[in-house]
């Protein structure tokens, strides 16, 4: 176990998973449509402000994260709850979409079922262990406990010193 400040979380890999999924899923529309002759003008255009309103969000969240070594604050939740929001909005209509107008072969209904359940999984799950680990920290500082101390203190109570 690491003692000191700075204990590592296990719901990094919930937030790490929801952010390469993420970018995984649009930068790949990205470069679809990109490659797309057919996709011109303001329909391109559409679909690359959909994406980038992915996109940017994250990368600005992968940036929060960094800037404080892996920990979570209050901007980093902020983002992950708008990004499950925008996911869940999106896919419901994204399907809704689909069923209503028909037209699609339904592998391709279904691999976007796929990636809207995936993409609003991660990012619930995401949610979730960023906003456990910032009360955790939150908690932590409300009392002055860092990570060292508990751990000397919990060591003191099992074995006092003399």
């Not at 940036?63 to 999106?90: C, D, K, P, T, Y």
């Not at 359940?117 to 406990?145: E, I, N, P």
């Amino acid at each position: 176990m690491q003692t000191g400040a700075r204990t590592r979380w296990n719901g990094r890999w919930w937030v790490l998973a929801a952010i390469v999924w993420t970018l995984f899923v649009w930068v790949g529309r990205i470069r679809n449509v990109l490659a797309d002759d057919q996709t011109e003008g303001a329909a391109r255009i559409g679909v690359l402000v959909l994406c980038a309103s992915f996109v940017l969000p994250t990368l600005v969240l992968v940036a929060s994260l960094l800037r404080r070594r892996g920990e979570v604050g209050s901007l980093s939740v902020w983002l992950a709850r708008g990004l499950l929001a925008w996911s869940g909005a999106f896919w419901l209509w994204r399907m809704g979409e689909m069923v209503i107008t028909g037209g699609r072969e339904p592998a391709f209904v279904a691999v976007h079922a796929v990636l809207g359940v995936v993409s609003v999984s991660l990012w619930a799950l995401a949610l979730r262990a960023m906003s456990l680990r910032a009360r955790s920290l939150r908690a932590r500082s409300l009392w002055g406990v860092t990570g060292s101390s508990v751990i000397e203190g919990y060591s003191e109570q099992i074995a006092p010193s003399s």
